[in-house]
DNA sequence: CCAAAAGTGTTTGCCCTACACCCATGT
DNA sequence: ACATGGGTGTAGGGCAAACACTTTTGG
């Protein structure tokens, strides 16, 4: 047997988007030295679970959220103090969520659960911060090669909601009817019959559907999913 | 402190690139259950020792080399059983070398430490032939959006060298006339006032330099290296 | 003079960009 | 009727794609 002395812990990044702000998760510690302190959902490493189910557990016990989609970020390891009780190496996974569906409750070794602004997030504890830094720059990038941006909205969404979430997060205008255009070009979203109108006044808008399963035959046939503005 | 068995590893996927064709390195077990078996060069990491420094270790142990690019690809460790010993967690690093700069040589747990053709490569231990998988893919990929194709050559090359690399990686056709605009307008290659005649025949071509300082310097510039051919 | 590899410009078509007005609803 | 947000079409320019011949060397 090897002789190493080295913990291996899980963290999440997990996004939400919700009216033109994007959310990041953080929990309030209960316990040891950074009791109080804000940090990344996570924690240990169970003998025999893979690490995919170490992430959701950690969610699931620390926050009560299921996400819509989790891959992994990247491992931190390479500061042997990260953690300064002993050495901790950490594999930090980044998650997408709609916040709507889901109330925050912190039930095991959180004190607290809450969504911060990612442009108001206080200091993290540990190396926290840097993973949010990380996989901000991770979504900003993904959002322009790849649909993910639907799993930040919920099922149905007005074109104005995706619109924006792309304003936002990519930090910059979009030009309305070229997005659209680009957008339904790709026939990975669906119209419904369903119009709904949000504020006090205004013309009542669509809800469309992001379709998963045609996305993915697309994807088969060298699809390439594809939004730069300038 | 906390209750927690698992073993953490580093593994490297090595490619070099020769005439025309893709490499990995690979290396013959001496020890263990897996003896004669062919597996990536890797080993576990000490408990002082950050993750960057336990590859770059494990590769000059086991293989005698020393890579120009080295990025973490992906942490393996949903599969409870990849080792069959004890659980053991795996942070595949991503590599780039210029074969002709090393003599390969094993000297430590390695028996023996060879390049494969990528389409020739055996079946090896473990889980690598995964890690090869996506490392490769990872290669194809980043080969379009950053110019790491120069550090698969040597420091001069000339430009059908380039060429070929991208023809050889993506496996696809590319035109020369359109590719060379394509690069030269970047401004990230100098021409050098050497030529130099490959085979027995032909006209020589000039050699060629990658301007690191110069690419950098675009980058903070928003400048976007872009390379997609049909 | 033939074979082999290097070097070089132009035209075409498509896609991205830029841009402004009408529509449906609530007050 | 006005304020608010939803929905729509077109023209021009730039860039990528397609394409073939000349040059230099060795045998």
Redesign the interface.
């Known amino acids: 047997?090897?002789d190493?002395?080295?913990?291996?812990a899980v963290d999440g990044i997990v996004f939400g988007y919700e009216k033109g702000i994007l959310y990041v998760l953080a929990v309030q510690q209960r316990f040891g030295k950074l009791t109080n302190q804000w940090v990344l959902p996570g924690g240990?490493?169970?003998?025999?679970?893979?690490?995919?189910?170490a992430v959701e557990r950690e969610l699931k016990e620390e926050a009560g959220i299921t996400v819509n989609y989790l891959e992994?970020l990247?491992?931190f390891?390479?500061?042997?103090h990260r953690d300064d009780r002993?050495?901790v190496?950490s594999?930090a996974y980044f998650a997408l969520v709609n916040p709507q569906n889901f109330v925050l409750k912190a039930d095991t070794d959180a004190k607290d659960a809450k969504w911060f602004p990612v442009n108001q997030l206080p200091a993290l504890g540990y190396d926290h911060s840097d993973m949010v830094k990380l996989a901000h720059q991770r979504l900003k990038n993904k959002l322009t090669y790849q649909p993910i941006g639907f799993d930040l909205l919920g099922e149905e969404f007005l074109f104005s909601d995706l619109e924006n979430l792309y304003c936002c997060i990519l930090e910059r205008d979009i030009d309305r009817r070229n997005f659209r255009k680009k957008i339904l070009s790709f026939g990975i979203v669906n119209e419904t019959d369903k119009v709904v109108k949000i504020g006090a006044s205004g013309r009542p808008g669509k809800l469309f559907t992001f379709d998963k399963l045609k996305y993915n035959q697309l994807m088969k046939e060298n699809f390439q999913f594809d939004i730069r503005f300038a």
Not at 4 to 8: L, P, S
Not at 44 to 53: C, W
């Open positions: 047997m090897i190493q002395n080295i913990k291996i240990f490493v169970k003998d025999d679970e893979p690490l995919l189910a992994q990247h491992t390891g390479d500061d042997i002993f050495r190496i594999v």
